[in-house]
């Protein structure tokens, strides 16, 4: 089957469990015998014993009754041994082969979370959150139902097929007036076509159900992070509104899906319920000697033939699906990583000075674009001097940010840390000696105490209550009923924009790096703190390389010197009074208030 090669790379991920995997395959081939061999086999010994009163089929007309009881019981015995052989095996089939798609599932994750944090920042920025969520869960556990539970049924149907089909030919050798029988077996071919046509359909279906259970993720996840800003702005209507288009979308692929899906098994048993009344019209019509208890195998045996068919079709139904969520997973594990160490990538020599050159530096995001958000950047950055960095929006200060700490690489030219290019750096490396304030700080739905150690794992208590004091964030911190043990939320929704600031800036006292990088840092707080936190931020600052995004005159204070971009470009760099004298961006910004 064609659609089953599209997985053929992936059942090596079965290796380190072939034992037990080969347990549940061996269990459901006894399924699949006691099915498709061992019911007809009992129907047609049992039936005679129990409604035969002959007394040929009894045994002997002189036997006593208490034999035929004996023979009788042996016989009955027959159907509960098959019953609970077929039960324990079908059962150890499941379990076990739940047991592999549990550790397969565990291994396709990991392997499309793994990519996704080697993939380069701009890679999500194209990319929808939600969907991504959506391929991580939703369609990772249909590759692992095909890898792992399609390709264990792909053996046990075929050999119900095969073990009711070598019964049949068995009972038609023995009794030639049966051969007709096997006749109905040709409505077989005939179910192939319904099932290469729905299969067709589901693929297409399948596909559209995958994204756009992405983009009801997506709504949600918006919905849930956004949610003073939904109030603030009295959205609660639109937001139902926009969630309940997109699961009705949703719904409307669904139910496509479900059509297309659940379609194949009627038309598959119309297909063979006519066969199977055709061959017993012929059986009635005709004058051969058939006895009830052969009769009743044999159907019972055409059916086992007829049912893995049907399950055959529903599997190619269920690769169809699995093909729409493998498509999916591969465009992330094929993604390119286009930031990546180079095989002989180094180490920063010890001690880092901190000495940042940029040297005829253009990027643009789009390669194929023809506009360049920085263009022909020069200089240099003198180790243990703070850089603030101000321009109109878009003018290319984040993107600079970007680049130093490299989450992009230039388009064309390169940057330098104390003389070797970044590119040339391990990126662990490089950003462990680097620390990042972001004006909006993220935290993880953890402890005070893990956020704050996050910038350094391998930091003391007393180290972090440290950092946390010269963040001013200890008062805070204190006064909480767990201290440092507080669950922040999600995102730090427990807090208030100045705490989740300053456990932002503990974790720069922290890490305490060679080059710091703040994005506003003090932004989120009230005047009192801002003075408090930006005294100890200069001693923070002080012997470091230091660049600030700045927004407000008063992070400029604090700054040895001043860097001006306008549309791409590094147009003038000096001190207040003479970039106030040399640089029209600047003195309009400043006049604006707009740094």
């Given amino acids: 089957m064609s659609s089953l090669k599209r997985f053929a790379p992936y059942y090596g991920l079965l290796a380190p469990y072939k034992v037990v995997f080969v347990l549940a395959i061996l269990c459901g081939l006894i399924y699949a015998v006691s099915s498709g061999l061992g019911f007809p086999w009992v129907v047609k010994e049992v039936f005679p014993v129990i409604f035969d009163n002959d007394a040929e089929m009894a045994g002997n007309v002189a036997s006593a009754a208490g034999d035929r009881d004996r023979m009788l019981l042996q016989t009955i015995l027959l159907l509960p041994l098959i019953i609970l052989v077929r039960a324990v095996a079908g059962f150890l089939n499941v379990y076990l082969m739940a047991y592999c798609g549990v550790r397969v599932l565990e291994k396709v994750r990991g ?3 793994s990519k996704l944090q080697d993939l380069h920042v701009g890679y999500f920025q194209h990319t929808n959150k939600g969907d991504l969520i959506s391929r991580l869960m939703v369609d990772c556990n249909l590759v692992k139902h095909c890898v792992v539970e399609v390709s264990n049924s792909l053996i046990k149907e075929p050999f119900t097929f095969l073990a009711a089909l070598g019964y049949l030919v068995w009972l038609s050798v023995q009794h030639q007036e049966n051969l007709f029988l096997l006749f109905c077996l040709a409505a077989i071919p005939i179910c192939v076509l319904p099932i290469r046509h729905i299969g067709k359909k589901l693929t297409r279906r ?6 756009q259970s992405g983009t009801v993720t997506e709504v949600a996840s918006e919905n849930f992070g956004a949610v003073r800003e939904v109030r603030a702005f009295t959205l609660e209507d639109r937001e139902r509104g926009k969630f309940a288009q997109a699961v009705s979308k949703y719904l409307r692929f669904q139910l496509g899906v479900v059509k297309y899906d659940k379609s194949l098994s009627p038309v598959i048993e119309i297909i063979t319920g006519l066969a199977i ?3 017993i019209y012929a059986a009635a019509r005709s004058e051969w000697d058939l006895k009830a208890d052969q009769v009743t195998s044999l159907f019972l045996a055409l059916h086992m033939c007829y049912q893995p068919i049907k399950k055959i ?3 190619n139904n269920q690769l169809k699906r699995g093909i729409a969520s493998l498509d999916r997973i591969e465009e992330i594990l094929h993604a390119p990583v286009l930031i990546e160490d ?11 000075q901190g000495r940042i050159t940029f040297e005829n530096v253009s990027f643009r995001y789009d390669e194929e674009g023809t506009v360049p958000v920085l263009r022909r950047l020069d200089g240099e950055l003198e180790p243990g001097k703070a850089y603030a960095l101000v321009g109109p929006s878009g003018a290319g200060k984040s993107t600079f940010i970007n680049l130093v700490l490299r989450f992009y690489d230039p388009t064309e030219g390169r940057i330098l840390i104390d003389g070797i290019d970044l590119r040339d750096l391990k990126q662990g490396n490089l950003r462990g000696h680097m620390g990042l304030v972001p004006q909006d700080p993220v935290l993880f739905n953890d402890t005070i105490r893990e956020n704050i150690r996050l910038s350094r794992p ?3 208590e007393a180290e972090i209550v440290k950092a946390a004091a010269k963040a001013n964030a200890l008062g805070f911190i204190e006064n909480e009923p767990q201290g440092f043990d507080t669950l922040v939320g999600d ?3 427990r807090l208030s924009g100045g705490q989740k600031q300053r456990i932002a800036i503990a974790r720069a006292f922290l890490r305490n790096p060679p080059i710091l990088i703040l994005d506003e840092a003090s932004s989120a707080l009230d005047s009192e703190s801002e003075s408090r936190v930006q005294a100890e931020l200069q001693t923070l600052m002080e012997g470091k390389t230091v ?3 700045a927004h407000r005159f008063a992070t400029l204070k604090l700054a040895d010197e001043i860097l001006v971009f306008d549309q791409g470009e590094l147009t003038a760099r000096g001190d207040h009074d003479a970039l106030m004298k040399l640089s029209p961006v600047y003195q309009n910004l400043y006049q604006k208030q707009e740094l």
């Fill in 458 to 460: 391998d930091a003391t």
């Fill in 206 to 211: 399948a596909k559209q159900l995958q994204k």
């Fill in 491 to 493: 995102r730090g929704t």
């Fill in 277 to 279: 009344t055709i061959a």
């Fill in 111 to 113: 392997d499309v979370f």
């Fill in 342 to 352: 180079k095989p002989d990538a180094r180490m920063l020599p010890e001690p880092v």
């Fill in 313 to 315: 079709g529903s599997i």
């Fill in 547 to 549: 660049l600030m995004i």
